[in-house]
């Protein structure tokens, strides 16, 4: 029994992707020498969202089999692989994946299509028994190691993460390195200048400094979550470190949540200067499922949503 054994808890599966979307052939990416640091970059990034970390689940391999790109995934961890199915069956994995996909190949959005299966076993059909799902997977054992193409775009994604990490002297926890890489901006430290532009929802915009008026629509709205925005930001603002957030929010205790976060966003602005762009601001918005708050940022409520 796969609760009983005393071995460790493995399992494989087989995730299937397609773009609906007639201009994007994704299997023709991954093909392409120049596209396929971004597709595995994306799909990296998309599969530490659902585990929670880096080493969540592995990619073993990554077929190309028009029009599906279809990825071999290895689990090492049963809650991990539950966390996973749980991703995938709320439609987060993929929603995470179609943000990455658009914002490393800087286009529209991308739909996709996704199926999950292990064996000859379609998972899609069976996702609210979870037991089973697991019980699945778990007899599925990979045939094979980790690709050596795969290898080698771990190793291309790890010197970049460090590169990263070395500039910013921040030491990443978990997966906090990796998430910002997707960052549309050079952190704090780094010797590139700013990005003048940067892509949100498949549109550009200008990277302009943070104005009066996003500051206080920032202030009105964020609500409870400010902290975990300003937790984001802290990763590139040394202003923001710990104690910073913890302290602001004693002290602006009283005057209520519109307050802390206006002296957080506050502090962040003064202390970036021409750095405190909006582009930083979004992007840790984005992080934390303020998505609706970075619409409004960039004047997106106003226009009708593109079907």
Known sequence: KMAGSSSPWIGSAYLFLQSTCKTIVLPALY??????PCVFKALKLALADSTGS???VDMLKVHCSHPHLIVQ???CKQENCRQFLRSYRDGALQKSLQSHLQLFLATTTVPLQVELKAGSEHLDKMLKDEDHCLECIY?????????????ELEEGLKSLMLHQSTNNNVAGKDCSSLKSLSRPCPPQGSSLPTQVTFIFQGQQFDNRTITPDDHQKFAKSVSKKWKQVGRSLQKSCRAL????????ALEYDREGLYEQAYQML????????????????????EENGLVSLAEELLGLHSSEDCS
């Open 31 to 36: 093909e392409s020498s120049q596209k396929k």
């Open 54 to 56: 880096v080493n969540g």
């Open 73 to 75: 995934l290895k689990f």
């Open 139 to 151: 007899r599925e054992k990979p045939d094979r190691l980790p690709d050596e193409e795969i290898r």
């Open 241 to 248: 470190r710990d104690p910073a957030i913890d302290n602001l």
């Open 266 to 285: 506050l502090r962040f602005i003064q202390s970036e200067g021409k750095k405190a762009t909006i582009a930083r601001l979004i992007a840790a918005l």
